[in-house]
T-cell receptor, first 113, second 111 residues
């Protein structure tokens, strides 16, 4: 089973709201990732967690705050977002941070109004 | 600097009309080239990993090949359900599992 699940599927939020995106995998993977994808563009890496510790932050603004409560779960907390943050947010996982294949979830479509 | 370039940007085929998608890459020390399929509004679906020149992988109507400078995704006798964006990515030479994606090829297969 190579399934990564994400909730919610769609999210609309105002610029003053606080919301969270959730990602879950039950493949025993120890590396998890957040990507952002704008329309007709490829995914762009935001964060990498390895063994529940943040290992990479690709210079993402602090209004995005990741959290990894355990090895199966990954959250992305959102606060004071801008309309240009509207995008498809993708979660992915891999066996570990040196393992090559990453498996993606279906994504959360975020609209900031 | 690691770079991935895909061509063509878009491709329209008739059902049954075979073709190839190209992925050119520049990376210092290839540690994996990946092909993904992405349907609109969905996450990328993993297809293949290639590690060394000469390697080939097949899955149904798809066949991926790799040289020292590029990879091809060959689609044999495509069907409308093969319509999607096909993304190529390489693992960054920067020492961690960051994927560098190409812009993708949008494939449309018409009956």
């Amino acid at each position: 089973d190579t399934e990564v699940t994400q909730t919610p599927k769609h999210l609309v939020m105002g610029m003053t709201n606080k919301k969270s995106l959730k990602c879950e995998q039950h493949m025993g993977h120890r590396a998890m990732y957040w990507y952002k994808q704008k329309a007709k563009k490829p995914p762009e890496l935001m964060f990498v967690y390895s063994y529940e510790k943040l290992s990479i932050n690709e210079s993402v603004p602090s209004r995005f705050s990741p959290e990894c409560p355990n090895s199966s779960l990954l959250n992305l907390h959102l606060h004071a977002l801008q309309p240009e943050d509207s995008a498809l947010y993708l979660c992915a996982s891999s066996q570990d941070s040196s393992s090559y294949e990453q498996y993606f979830g279906p994504g959360t479509r975020l609209t900031v109004t | 600097e690691d770079q991935v370039t895909q061509s063509p940007e878009a491709l329209r085929l008739q059902e049954g009309e075979s073709s190839s998608l190209n992925c050119s890459y520049t990376v210092s020390g290839l540690r994996g080239l990946f092909w993904y399929r992405q349907d609109p509004g969905k996450g990328p679906e993993f297809l293949f990993t290639l590690y060394s020149a000469g390697e080939e992988k097949e899955k149904e109507r798809l066949k991926a090949t790799l040289t020292k400078k590029e990879s091809f995704l060959h689609i044999t006798a495509p069907k409308p359900e093969d319509s999607a964006t096909y993304l190529c990515a390489v693992r960054s030479s920067g020492g961690y599992n960051k994927l560098i994606f190409g812009a993708g090829t949008r494939l449309a297969v018409h009956p």
